[in-house]
């Protein structure tokens, strides 16, 4: 007998041998029916795979991550088969499940597939999936899946078993199909009911731009048609939310191929979006006794080469800067933390004086590959709302709270309400893979979980996913549409105080070494931006709206009033503007409707008579007559309501 503990803890004993499934079936028929994965002492394995040691079993479904990706990946392998069943000749390579659905590179020779091709080779991957083939692994030595591949004239294939070691090769097959695969499949095809291939792209073998070029094919599968159709309806909500899109409707940003690519230019809009979100920034960060710092975009290469970021960052960043003196180079800054570093070594500190807190809208610049570069959600050149704060550590745990508590504050004030956290500590199996003193390091991860409890969070721990410097917490915020992002982070680092020999004197008279937190609620501001503007759809918080309101007059004789109303408005501190076009009033509405205006003031004789002023609310609702004051207090509530002051 073998015992098996499951994910609440409790443990049950089976014959040696027994398989995940069944497991699942002594759980419960229902649960059986739907377990399409499993892990076994943290390593996947399939559900047919027999257990034969004592050990802690997780069974997934299609409701887990982690059962969407093997079922995601099964799907490669269906579409794999049915790609060359229908293109003779093809030299398949690599089909991994990714964040939504799957892909498949192939080696295509002489055909050519495009989206016109997607239904047949639908209907092929479903016609397979109905077969109900199971998936089976099975171990091969290095010379068999080398002589397999070789008679394929698969070279791809052949490229990737020399580099694997004999002993830990595997295939999967399925129907009459074989595949080089490590495993982690659902039980058989036929829980593939539905399919759909989503685009179809060039790509290098081993994403190597000197390697042939293949061709990549998407695609996605869930086990039921419903799931397939809200997926797709969620994709096409997605499409009107693109930011790139909206950008560019609402005027905030534009690229330039001039300029070079990756690199936004702010438009007057958008320029004035992101101050707003500086001064927010600002102004919560004072209250918590942040200090502005301001550093240059370039550094001298040795200063990254201390800090460990050019042998991180090197190989992405953009070529040194030479200098006229011999020997002497310069980077772009992909990093603000050293040159906070050197602000804070820049003058002697007693315990008495930590905390420092030093905070900089700092722009660092990365070197993305083209292929990669997409809209502001990845950039060559952004900017971090960046801070680091430097603490004793009997510091860090408040310091740790205080850093949640204004990353809370902003994602309350933005409209974010559905965030997990993830706590990240170190791997206590592999201890030398981390700096720092045991002591530090039970503060740091004790600061974290502590931290994450008393404020209430909504949190899952991974063991061994710290930073070798330095557990971490990460937001994982949900946007409008269920997609999940990573905003927010908060880290702990005991490694650039070490490289910069970082110091403060001690109660003791002694010198030490202090921690460091590195925060940035906002992340990449541009990567904040493109995020926010997919959740709200271009409805900002009222109080974040470039423009507020506008004033539609029906006509030219109503210019006069108009004004004066505007003047009103501008006085209560509402941003607003006068539409005195001689357009129609239907097509003005329509125009401030696109423009996601929050609030429309209608101008005509009924509204000067009464001396007031009609209020239409973005979306169509009617609120009536109203004096000016009486509307500003409207937007004076509900900007209270959303932008509460930051309370320390």
């Known amino acids: 007998m073998i015992n098996i503990t499951l994910p609440d803890g409790s443990v049950k004993s089976f014959e040696n041998g027994v398989t995940p499934f069944q497991v699942a079936q002594s759980i419960s028929e229902g649960l059986a029916r739907q377990v399409i994965s499993a892990k076994f002492n943290n390593e996947t394995v399939e559900t047919t795979t027999p257990l034969t040691t004592d050990g802690s079993l997780v069974l997934f ?49 002489d055909h050519k597939i495009s989206e016109n091709d997607f239904p047949k080779i639908e209907k092929r991957m479903l016609e397979i999936a109905r077969g109900k083939h199971d998936f089976k692994m099975r171990e ?37 199909f074989t595949d080089l695969c490590r495993g982690g499949h659902i039980p058989n095809t036929g829980f593939i009911k539905a399919v759909k291939l989503m685009s179809v792209a060039g790509a290098y073998w081993r994403g190597d731009e000197n390697n042939e070029q293949l061709t990549r094919i998407y695609g ?54 992101r101050e707003r979100l500086e001064n927010f920034m600002k102004k919560a960060q004072e209250e918590a006794g942040y200090e502005a710092v301001v550093s240059p975009h370039i550094g001298q290469k040795e200063l990254y080469v201390t800090s460990g970021h050019y042998a991180k960052y090197g190989e992405d960043s953009f070529q040194p800067i030479k200098t006229p003196n011999e020997g002497e180079e310069y980077l772009l800054k992909p990093m603000n933390c050293p040159h906070h570093c050197e602000i804070f070594n820049a003058e002697s500190w007693s315990y008495r004086d930590l905390p420092k807190r030093f905070a900089e809208f700092g722009t660092v610049y990365r070197y993305e590959q083209s292929g990669e570069l997409h809209g502001l959600t990845r950039v060559r050149g952004f900017t971090q709302d960046d801070a680091h704060i430097f603490c004793t550590p009997d510091q860090l745990d408040e310091e740790f709270k205080k850093v949640i508590d204004l990353v809370l504050y902003v994602f309350g004030s933005l409209g974010f309400e ?55 917490l990460d937001f994982m915020v949900k946007d409008a549409l269920g997609r999940q992002w990573q905003l927010g982070t908060i880290q702990v680092d005991y490694n650039l105080p070490e490289r910069f020999e970082l110091e403060y004197k001690g109660s003791d008279n002694e010198m030490h070494r202090p921690v460091m937190i590195h925060r940035a609620p906002f992340g990449s501001m541009e990567r904040f931006i493109a995020i926010l503007l997919e959740h ?51 097509k003005k509405i329509r125009e401030a409707e696109m423009d996601k205006i929050p609030y429309m003031i209608i101008i005509g004789e009924k509204e000067i008579e009464a001396d007031k002023i009609a209020v239409r609310k973005h979306g169509g609702e009617d609120l009536g007559q109203m004096t000016v004051e009486e509307f500003a207090q409207i937007v004076n509530t509900e900007i209270n309501r959303d932008l509460k002051t930051f309370e320390v």
Request: proline residues 4%; negative net charge; charged residues 30%.
């Open 418 to 472: 559905n965030f997990t956290a993830q706590v990240s500590l170190r791997d206590p199996e592999n201890q030398e893979k981390y700096i720092g003193s045991e002591e530090n390091w039970q503060k740091a991860e004790d600061a974290i979980l502590n931290a994450a409890k008393e404020k209430g969070l909504n949190y899952v721990v991974e063991t061994g996913e710290a930073a070798f410097y330095g557990p971490k």
């Open 536 to 586: 709200t759809a271009g409805n900002f918080p009222l109080w974040l709206m470039p423009k507020q309101a506008i004033v539609l007059s029906i006509s030219e004789k109503y210019e006069n009033y108009s004004k004066k109303v505007l003047s009103l408005l501008k006085n209560n501190e509402i941003r607003a503007a006068v539409d005195h076009r001689s357009e129609t009033m239907g």
């Open 220 to 273: 996605i599968s869930f086990p039921k048609q419903k799931e397939l159709k809200e997926y797709l309806k969620l994709l096409e909500e997605a499409k009107k939310r693109d930011h790139r899109k909206l950008g560019k409707e609402l005027g905030l940003f534009t690229f330039s191929q001039k300029v070079g690519q990756g690199l936004p230019l702010w438009l007057p809009k958008g320029a004035a979006l």
């Open 61 to 109: 479904t299609f409701k887990n991550d982690e059962g969407k990706q093997a079922f995601w990946h099964s799907t490669s392998h269906v579409m794999a088969q049915a790609i060359q069943e229908l293109y003779p000749g093809v030299k398949l390579t690599i089909g991994p499940s990714i964040e939504n659905g799957f892909y498949y590179d192939v080696d295509l020779g």
């Open 140 to 176: 091969v030595s290095k010379d068999e899946a080398l002589e397999f591949y070789k008679n394929e004239n698969n070279h791809f294939k052949v490229e990737l078993i020399e580099n694997l070691k004999d002993g830990d090769i595997t295939f999967c097959d399925h129907d009459s």
